[in-house]
C-alpha cells in the first residue's frame, strides 16, 4: 500500500504560479512513475505530467514550457511547479504513483484555481 499527500493547491491569478507537492508513505521503495493529473468541472481526468525514478518526463501539450515536473526519490516526493497559469488550469490535481509490480494509487486531490 501507497499513501499519497498533496499540498499546495490554493487561488491565483492568472499568470501567476503555484508549486504543488506530493509526498509517499508506505510502500514507497515500489514506486516506478509518479505523475500528476487533474479533472476540471464536468470533464475527465486527463494527464498533466509523469516523471520515473530515473527522472525522465513527460508532458501534456497543453502544459509544455509552463509546468515542471521534479521528485526526490530519497524523500518519495514528486513536486509540480506551475508557471503562467491560465483560467483553463483551473482543477483538482490528482498526484499518482505507479509500483513495479503494476498497481497504481491515488492521492485525494488539491483544488487549484486560476481566476481571469
Known amino acids: 500500500q501507497v499513501q499519497l499527500v498533496e499540498s499546495g493547491g490554493g487561488l491565483v491569478q492568472a499568470g501567476g504560479s503555484l508549486r504543488l507537492s506530493c509526498a509517499a508513505s508506505?510502500?514507497?521503495?515500489?514506486?516506478?512513475?509518479m505523475g500528476w493529473y487533474r479533472q476540471a468541472a464536468g470533464k475527465q481526468r486527463e494527464l498533466v505530467t509523469t516523471?520515473?525514478?530515473?527522472?525522465?518526463?513527460n508532458y501534456a501539450d497543453s502544459v509544455k514550457g509552463r509546468f515542471t515536473i521534479s521528485r526526490d526519490n530519497a524523500k518519495s516526493t514528486v513536486y509540480l511547479q506551475m508557471n503562467s497559469l491560465k483560467p483553463e488550469d483551473t482543477a483538482v490535481y490528482y498526484c499518482?504513483?505507479?509500483?513495479?509490480?503494476?498497481?497504481?494509487?491515488w492521492g485525494q486531490g488539491t483544488q487549484v484555481t486560476v481566476s481571469s
Open positions: 516523471i520515473t525514478r530515473g527522472g525522465s518526463t
Open positions: 508506505g510502500d514507497r521503495f515500489s514506486i516506478t512513475t
Open positions: 499518482n504513483a505507479q509500483l513495479f509490480w503494476g498497481r497504481d494509487f
